[in-house]
């Protein structure tokens, strides 16, 4: 089913905890996902040693760095990092409305993908909350580039993901994954798509303090004489697009809202997602805010009518 044709805000049956470590900090980190009311939206809570907590809501305006994850927050000591991979799966299914408690910086890595993040969320079910969800419809296309690269929203009767990644390595090259965005589809051609990273970028990466919880079990690593080291080798030919696509799912889902359109990148990343995503939802005559017509739970895209609300603004604190 497409994810924009669910018409109601959900939110888990039940709540589930997960444990990992963080694939910068090394350390071992639970995360607890509560059901939450309509209207909540997904909310990050992060604990402190002195019973102290910080919260944040997974939105465009709370990112901060973007240079080798995505982070919420603009304080290193009170941030929390790496929750694009567990982004991508709830918006993937359609979730709207969760806390997700966590004891550390950073996310767990599990095993560098969102396959474990979607197993885990339909153990437990989701439920329909009976409140009427708000879209975000592109109307205009927004195009941004930086150098090489560049990044676009253009208006579609769905939500479709269209990557193209262009590395100097051999074994990776000229890639592109492109397709619509359903459920089903996120789960076998992108959930298990791993995170991955080149020998010759590790001892600099250790020496800044990160990669601290990278090895073999969560990340897809590449020799340097270009062939993976990982003895299982890759789980899609093209797993490095895969990725990549499975990133920017996770990114742009912090636009606050389900969006219905296309989104389409050449050499993207983290941070040319999120300025992307900043770009849209800063120009409002290339969107609408839309919800599914009264007479069906579901409906076409193209059905999905505008509704009068100045006050929304799903990007917002």
Not at 147 to 166: H, N
Not at 246 to 264: E, H, K, N, P, S
Not at 275 to 287: F, G, I, S
Request: net charge negative.
């Amino acid at each position: 089913m497409a994810i924009a044709l669910l018409g109601f805000q959900t939110t888990i049956a039940a709540p589930l905890s997960l444990t990992g470590i963080g694939v910068h900090s090394g350390r071992s980190v639970t995360i607890n996902l509560q059901p939450a009311e309509a209207g909540t939206g997904i909310v990050f809570v992060r604990s402190f040693d002195d019973g102290t907590q910080v919260e944040y809501k997974a939105v465009s305006s709370q990112v901060g760095n973007t240079d080798l994850c995505t982070v919420l927050g603009t304080s290193p000591a009170r941030s929390v990092a790496t929750i694009e991979h567990v982004m991508a799966a709830i918006y993937a299914l359609g979730l709207d409305n969760l806390l997700i408690e966590v004891d550390g910086a950073e996310m767990p890595i599990m095993d560098g993908s969102s396959e474990v993040f979607i197993e885990a969320i339909e153990q437990v079910g989701m439920v329909n909350l009976g409140v009427k969800r708000r879209y975000i419809r592109v109307i205009k296309p927004v195009r941004i580039e930086a150098g090489a690269s560049w990044a676009e929203f253009r208006p579609y009767d769905g939500t479709r993901f269209e990557v193209e990644i262009d590395f100097d390595s051999p074994l990776i090259g000229r890639q592109s994954w492109q397709g619509d965005l359903t459920a089903a589809t996120f789960k076998t051609e992108l959930s298990r798509a791993r995170t991955f990273g080149f020998m010759r970028d590790v001892e600099r990466l250790w020496a800044a303090g990160f990669a601290l919880g990278s090895s073999l079990e969560n990340s897809v690593v590449i020799s340097d004489d270009n062939t993976v080291i990982n003895v299982e080798g890759l789980r899609y030919a093209d797993e490095f697009v895969r990725h990549k696509t499975l990133d920017a799912v996770g990114d742009l889902a912090l636009a606050g809202a389900q969006f219905i359109g296309c989104y389409r990148s050449y050499r993207g990343g983290h941070k040319l997602n999120a300025n992307a995503l900043k770009a849209l939802l800063e120009n409002r005559d290339a969107y609408e805010v839309v919800e599914a017509p009264a007479r069906s739970q579901q409906a076409r895209a193209r059905e999905f009518v505008a509704v009068n609300v100045p006050e929304f603004a799903p990007w917002s604190a």
